[in-house]
């Protein structure tokens, strides 16, 4: 652990060991592994696109910290914060990112806009992504370890043009939930007519 090259101590409040140490904490094996890749995709993609690696690394790797709390966590939060109660009819495939990142915020120290709306905005999107927030979903879509039907033509548009990718995965996200008959959180909605359709 010691080797790599951040250590994220400029953004959170806790080095990268004393980070992945909380990590596995609330995630298992698989989830923790999935995070470590993203980490390393999120760098991979922040060098291409000429933005601070450091910063999209850190985004990457906490992206699923809150993945798999207990859904009083989440609720809490929501409450406490006085969220759209609207979150609470769904559930942690939105919670983890829309409201997890205020756990990472209390209990990890981290605190820089950039990495909070990256994790805040990566299942769901959002109209205005910065490069970080395209960085970390477009990161935790091709990771190394995703192997669905079109994941190839995903990273090959990724590294071609981040925002294209980001196109292809909001547009592909929705019909999937769309096909699946699941309902789609409004800000999901608001953040495909900008994405995708062009909205402003």
């Avoid at 101590?9 to 060991?17: F, V």
């Avoid at 090959?156 to 699946?180: R, S």
Wanted: aromatic share 10%; hydrophobic share 40%.
């Amino acid at each position: 652990m010691n080797e790599f090259k951040y250590n994220y101590t400029k953004y959170a409040k806790m080095n990268r060991d004393e980070i992945l140490t909380e990590m596995q904490k609330h995630l298992n094996d698989e989830r923790f592994q999935h995070c470590l890749r993203v980490e390393q995709t999120a760098i991979e993609l922040a060098k291409e696109n000429d933005v601070d690696p450091e910063i999209a690394g850190l985004a990457g790797l906490v992206h699923d910290y809150a993945k798999q709390r207990p859904n009083e966590d989440f609720i809490k939060v929501i409450v406490d914060h006085h969220l759209d109660p609207d979150l609470l009819n769904y559930g942690k495939a939105i919670w983890h990112g829309y409201v997890g990142y205020l756990l990472i915020q209390a209990e990890l120290g981290i605190n820089d806009a950039r990495i909070l709306n990256a994790v805040k905005y990566h299942t769901i999107g959002a109209p205005d992504m910065d490069k970080y927030a395209q960085i970390t979903y477009m990161a935790d879509f091709i990771e190394p370890a995703r192997d669905f039907e079109g994941v190839q033509e995903a990273r090959d548009i990724t590294h071609e043009n981040l925002w294209q990718g980001v196109i292809y995965q909001n547009e592909n996200t929705m019909k999937f939930l769309i096909g699946k008959n699941k309902a789609i959180y409004p800000a999901a909605i608001v953040a495909y007519n900008a994405i995708v359709a062009g909205l402003k």
